[in-house]
C-alpha cells in the first residue's frame, strides 16, 4: 500500500522536529530512511503508525487519509529497535496478541501464529518467553508480531541496531525475503548506511528534519545531491578537497596538482570555490592526476587495504586497494585521481 | 587485603620500641580490624535494641497471655481473701455453696482476744472471769446464742445493752480480712470452727487468692464469648474492605490513572493524595469528625433540606464503618499509589507503543501491559497492608472507639480496651495479652508465608526490561 506523507509537520513543545515534509512510499516497496542520530527518523516512524500525532500536514495511506486515525486503527506493524516484547506473555502469546486484540477465535490465533512462526524460522521457540530469547530470536519474535495480522505497512525502527555482527548480516537478509515474500510496504530507520543500501530499493536520506534525497542506492552513491549525502554513503567514506576551478581545472592548493573538470561543471564553477569528492576507489596508484602524499594509515581489510593519505597542508586521501599494493607507513606516494569520477560541489555544498 | 594487614603488622612491631605502650594498643586495635565478626560488634546496639523492643514485648505478651492479670491482681504477689465474689466463685466454679454459706456467716467465739477487748471497754471483771470460765473456747453460730450464753450467767450484766456491748467483742469471721498466706487463712477459718478437708482447702484457695496466677482460661473464655466472633469478623470486614477498595484499588485507580495524564496534572494529583499521609493524625481524624458531628459540615449542608442535624459518623454500625473506612483508605491509598505508579514508570515506553500498534485499547493496555507487570507490587501492598491493618486501630480509637456500641471495634481495639483501658477502670492485662498474642502470631505467621513467598517470586519472576 502507498503512503504518502504531505507537507508532514511535528513539533515536540516549541521544538520543531520535522518541518514540512514531503515523502510517498511506493506499494510493495521498502524505503530506507537514513540519517544522522536525532535527525527524526524514528519521529517520521512513530508518525506514521499514529503513536504521535502529527502537528501539520497530512498522512495517507493509499488514498485514505489516516491523519486522524489512531494507531489501533491504521494496521500497522511495527518491529521497535528495543524488540518491545511483553516480557509475561511467551512467545505464542506475544505474536498472537494483536490477534487476540481483533477477539479472533483461538483455533485462527493458533494456525496463524504458527504459519508466521514458521516463516521467521521460531517454531521451536514458541513457548518461552522472551527473557529466554538471544537477541537475534527476539528480533524474530518482534518481526513475526508485526507481520502477524497482514499489515498495509511494515515499520522497522533500526531492527538490527541490538545485534552483533554476523546476526545482523543474516536477519538483514531475512528481513529483505520476508518483506519481498509478503509484498509489503515497509520503511526501515536506519542511520546504518550498508545496511539501508544493502536493503531497500529506495533510501530516503535524512537531516535535521528535512529529506535531502530520495534515490535507489547505487543512483545515490554516483550522484549524491550534496556532499553530505556524498559523506553519508560508502565505506570507507569519501574524502574532501577545498579549492578553486579555473579554466576547467581544479587545482590542488598544496601539491599544486592540475584536475581537470568536465566542461558542464567547469561552466558552473567557473573561478569560484569548490569542494570536491574523492571516493578511495578512484584514487589509485598509476592512473589519472598524480598527487604526492605521504602513508599516514593503514587499515587492512583482508580483502582490500585501505590507505590514508596526507597531503601537505593535513587533508587527507582515501585508497582502498587490492592486496597486491606495498605502501607501508611513512612512504612518500604519488598516486592518480581519476578526475572524471570527482563529485564537485558548490560553496553551499549542493552539488554542481 | 591480606598483605595489607601484614603490612600493618609489621610497621606496627618496627614502631613497637619507639612508642612505648603504643604497640600493644595497634596490636588490640588490628584485631577488630581483621576481625570477621567487625559487623557484628557494630551491629550490637541495634541488637540490643531489637531484643529490647521487640522480641522482649512479644515474649512478655507470650507469657501474659497465660496469666489471669488484672487491675485486680496487681502485677506482683498477691493476698487471700474471703470476700462476695471470692464466695460466689466457690460456689459456682468447686460447687461448695454450702461451704461458702459457712466462710460467709459471723461466727462468735469465746477466746482470750475477746475476753481481753471486753475487759478493756470496761466490762465487770466477774463475768469476764465467769464467761471465762464456763464457756471458753465455745463457738456461737449466732448473737442471740452468744447473749442467751452470757445471761445464764450468775454475774451477768443487768442491762440488754452491756450484753450486746460483750458479745460485740466475740464476734469473729474471716470475711474481707486479707491473709498473707493461705495457711493463715485456713488457720483462722479452722479456729473459727470451720475445719475442711484437702480438696476444700485447695478450693478456698484457689478463690482467694487476689494475685495473678497462670493459666489457659483467657484462651477458653476467647473461644467461648459471643464479642470475640463479632469482634473477629469486623476485624476481617475492616481489613478486606479498606484493602481492596482503598490500599490496592484506590491506589491501582489513582497509579493508572495518573499514568495516563500530563506530567504537572498527574504530579499534582499524586502531591494531593499524599496529604492524609503527611497530615498528623489527630488533626486528620478531628477534620474526618468535624464533618460529621451534628453541627458540623454534613449537618450544615443538609441543613437546608429539612434533614434534621445528627452525628453522621457514630449514627448507625452502616455510617460508622463507612467513614472508617473512608478514613484508614485515604491515608492508606498513597502508599500503594506511589509503588505502583513507580512500577508503571518502570515499564518501558516501548511497550505502551507497541500494544497500541498492536490494536490494545487503553483499557486492553490496562488489563494486558499493566495489570500483569504490577502483579508483584500488588502482592507486596496486599501483604503489607493487611498486616499493618490487622495492628493499627489508631483512626479508629480517634475517630468511632469502636462504636456505636462497639459495632467498629476491631481486634487491636477491643485489645487495647482490655488491656488498657476502659470505661470500668478494671484492666485485665493478662486477657489482653492473650488477645494479642492471637494478632502476634497471625502476623508472624503471614510474614513468613509472605517472606517466602516474595523470596520466590523474586527468583522466578521474569525480567523486567527487554
Ligand atoms: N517525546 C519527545 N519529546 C521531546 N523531544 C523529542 C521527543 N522524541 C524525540 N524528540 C527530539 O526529536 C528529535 C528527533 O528525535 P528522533 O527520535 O526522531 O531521532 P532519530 O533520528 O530517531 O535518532 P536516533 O538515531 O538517535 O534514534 C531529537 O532532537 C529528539 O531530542
Ligand atoms: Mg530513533
Known amino acids: ?352 | 587485603m591480606g598483605n595489607s594487614n601484614a603490612e600493618i603488622a609489621a610497621s606496627g612491631r618496627v614502631s613497637a620500641p619507639d612508642l612505648r605502650g603504643g604497640a600493644p594498643q595497634l596490636t588490640r586495635l588490628q584485631k577488630i580490624g581483621n576481625s570477621r565478626h567487625l559487623g557484628l560488634y557494630l551491629m550490637a546496639p541495634a541488637f540490643l535494641f531489637v531484643v529490647l523492643f521487640f522480641v522482649a514485648p512479644v515474649l512478655l505478651t507470650g507469657v501474659f497471655g497465660f496469666t489471669n492479670m488484672s487491675t485486680a491482681t496487681g502485677i506482683s504477689g498477691g493476698a487471700y481473701l474471703a470476700n462476695q465474689s471470692s464466695m460466689r466463685a466457690l460456689r459456682d466454679k468447686h460447687d461448695f455453696g454450702e461451704l461458702a454459706d459457712q466462710i460467709n456467716r459471723v461466727v462468735f467465739t469465746i477466746d482470750e482476744a475477746g475476753l481481753e477487748a471486753a475487759a478493756q471497754a470496761g466490762a465487770s471483771a466477774a463475768t469476764l472471769k465467769e464467761l471465762n470460765a464456763k464457756f471458753f473456747g465455745q463457738s456461737f453460730g449466732k448473737r442471740r446464742d452468744v447473749e442467751r450464753a452470757i445471761k445464764t450467767l450468775d454475774n451477768r450484766p443487768s442491762s440488754t445493752r452491756a450484753i450486746k456491748a460483750i458479745s460485740k467483742h466475740f464476734e469473729r469471721s474471716v470475711f474481707n480480712i486479707r491473709f498473707d498466706s493461705a495457711d493463715d487463712l485456713l488457720a483462722a477459718l479452722n479456729k473459727f470452727g470451720i475445719s475442711l478437708d484437702p480438696q476444700q482447702q485447695a478450693a478456698v484457695i484457689d478463690v482467694t487468692y487476689t494475685g495473678w496466677v497462670f493459666t489457659t482460661d483467657n484462651f477458653k473464655r476467647m473461644i467461648s464469648l459471643p464479642d470475640t466472633r463479632t469482634t473477629l469478623y469486623n476485624t476481617l470486614f475492616y481489613v478486606f474492605t479498606t484493602l481492596i477498595l482503598f490500599n490496592v484499588g484506590f491506589a491501582l485507580v489513582l497509579a493508572i490513572s495518573t499514568h495516563y495524564m500530563d506530567a504537572a496534572p498527574a504530579g499534582f494529583f499524586r502531591s494531593v493524595w499524599l496529604l492524609p499521609r503527611i497530615t498528623p493524625p489527630v488533626l486528620y481524624v478531628l477534620m474526618w469528625k468535624w464533618l460529621a458531628w451534628d453541627t458540623g459540615f454534613i449537618s450544615a449542608v443538609l441543613g437546608p433540606f429539612g434533614i434534621a442535624p445528627k452525628n453522621w459518623m457514630l449514627d448507625s454500625p452502616t455510617n460508622a464503618w463507612t467513614f472508617i473506612i473512608l478514613i484508614n483508605g485515604m491515608v492508606g491509598a498513597s502508599m500503594g499509589m506511589l509503588i505502583f505508579a513507580s512500577a508503571i514508570k518502570a515499564i518501558p515506553t516501548s511497550l505502551f507503543y507497541a500494544s497500541e500498534v498492536d490494536g490494545a485499547t487503553r483499557a486492553q493496555q490496562i488489563r494486558h501491559i499493566i495489570l500483569p507487570q504490577l502483579r508483584f507490587p500488588i502482592l507486596f501492598i496486599t501483604s503489607y497492608q493487611t498486616l499493618s491493618l490487622l495492628t493499627s486501630f489508631e483512626f479508629i480509637l480517634l475517630a468511632t472507639e469502636g462504636g456505636p456500641g462497639g459495632s467498629t471495634e476491631v481486634w487491636a481495639l477491643s485489645t487495647y480496651f482490655k488491656a488498657l483501658n476502659n470505661y470500668a477502670g478494671s484492666l485485665e492485662y493478662g486477657y489482653g495479652a492473650a488477645l494479642a498474642l492471637v494478632l502476634v502470631v497471625v502476623g508472624v505467621a503471614m510474614s513468613i508465608l509472605y517472606l517466602k513467598l516474595f523470596d520466590f517470586k523474586t527468583l522466578t519472576a521474569p525480567p523486567k526490561i527487554e
Request: glycine share 10%; charged share 25%.
Open chain 1, 1 to 352: 500500500m502507498r503512503i504518502l506523507l504531505d507537507n508532514f509537520t511535528k513539533k515536540f513543545g516549541t521544538l520543531t522536529v520535522i518541518d514540512q515534509m514531503d515523502l510517498e512510499i511506493h506499494s510493495g516497496e521498502m524505503i530506507a530512511l537514513l540519517g544522522g542520530s536525532g535527525c527524526g527518523k524514528s519521529t517520521t516512524l512513530f508518525s506514521i503508525c499514529g503513536i504521535h500525532k502529527i502537528n501539520g500536514g497530512r498522512i495517507l495511506f493509499g488514498d485514505k487519509d489516516v491523519t486522524n486515525i489512531t494507531s489501533q486503527e491504521r494496521n500497522v506493524g511495527v518491529v521497535f529497535q528495543s524488540f518491545a516484547l511483553y516480557p509475561h506473555m511467551t512467545v505464542e502469546q506475544n505474536i498472537g496478541f494483536p490477534l487476540k486484540l481483533r477477539k479472533e477465535s483461538a483455533s485462527e490465533v493458533k494456525r496463524k501464529v504458527d504459519e508466521i512462526a514458521e516463516m521467521v524460522h521460531i517454531e521451536a521457540l514458541i513457548h518461552r518467553r522472551p527473557g529466554e530469547l538471544s537477541g537475534g530470536q527476539q528480533q524474530r519474535v518482534a518481526l513475526a508480531r508485526a507481520l502477524v495480522r497482514r499489515p498495509d505497512v511494515l515499520l522497522l525502527d533500526e531492527p538490527l541496531a541490538n545485534l552483533d555482527a554476523t546476526l545482523r548480516l543474516e536477519m538483514r537478509s531475512e528481513i529483505r525475503r520476508i518483506q519481498q515474500e509478503t509484498g509489503i510496504t515497509a520503511v526501515l530507520v536506519t542511520h546504518d548506511q550498508v545496511e539501508a543500501m544493502s536493503m531497500c530499493d529506495r533510501i530516503a536520506i535524512m537531516d535535521a528534519g528535512k529529506i535531502v534525497q530520495i534515490s535507489e542506492p547505487r543512483e545515490m552513491y554516483n550522484n549524491p545531491v550534496s556532499d553530505f549525502v556524498a559523506g553519508f554513503l560508502g565505506s570507507p567514506p569519501i574524502a574532501f578537497l577545498q579549492g578553486r576551478i579555473t579554466d576547467g581545472i581544479f587545482v590542488e592548493p598544496s601539491t599544486g596538482t592540475k584536475m581537470p573538470v568536465n566542461a558542464d561543471i567547469a561552466k558552473r564553477a567557473n573561478g569560484g570555490e569548490v569542494r570536491v569528492g574523492i571516493r578511495p576507489e578512484f584514487f589509485q596508484p598509476g592512473a589519472g592526476a598524480a598527487i604526492k602524499g605521504r602513508v599516514s594509515f593503514i587499515e587492512s581489510q583482508g580483502r582490500e587495504t585501505l590507505y590514508n593519505v596526507t597531503l601537505p597542508d593535513g587533508n587527507i586521501l582515501r585508497s582502498i586497494q587490492g592486496s597486491q599494493s606495498s605502501a607501508r607507513i611513512g612512504d612518500e606516494v604519488e598516486w592518480g585521481v581519476d578526475s572524471s569520477q570527482m563529485l564537485v560541489f558548490g560553496r553551499d555544498g549542493m552539488r554542481l
